[in-house]
């Protein structure tokens, strides 16, 4: 069973940055996608980045594109989230995701949380305005 454990979370004035971590405890196969979802109060998850290890293809929701950045590091299993001019709405627990993809996919959205075989337990973000 893969486990994946964010962190990196806080509390940041809106303009601010952070940069969330997901490590995981081994390959969730090969190739895979890892991505990342948030889900503030009352509201449900909503995927904001994905990247997938065999092409190192990437997406973004609409709401972050031009302010977070996914990369990842195949040898220390971690995928980062560097999120930049970050908003109060911005605010949420967010959640690191991994699944099974095959050779020929490519990072794509939108993302559903089905679509994820394993979840860490979350970091919290919380931006001030």
């Known amino acids: 069973q893969v486990q994946l454990a964010e962190s990196g979370g806080g509390l940041v004035q809106a303009g601010g940055s952070l940069r969330l971590s997901c490590v995981a405890s081994e390959r969730p196969g090969d190739p895979y996608s890892v991505g990342w979802f948030r889900q503030a109060p009352g509201k449900e998850r909503e995927g904001v980045s994905c990247?997938?290890?065999?092409?190192?293809?990437?997406y973004y929701v609409d709401s972050v594109k031009g302010r977070f950045t996914i990369s990842s590091d195949h040898a220390k299993n971690t995928v980062y989230l560097q999120m930049s001019g970050l908003k109060p709405e911005d605010t949420g627990v967010y959640y690191c995701a991994a699944r099974y993809i095959t050779i020929a996919d490519t990072a794509t959205g939108p993302m559903w949380t089905y679509q994820y075989d394993f979840w860490g337990r979350g970091t919290q973000v919380t931006v001030s305005s």
């Open positions: 990247i997938s290890s065999n092409d190192d293809s990437t």
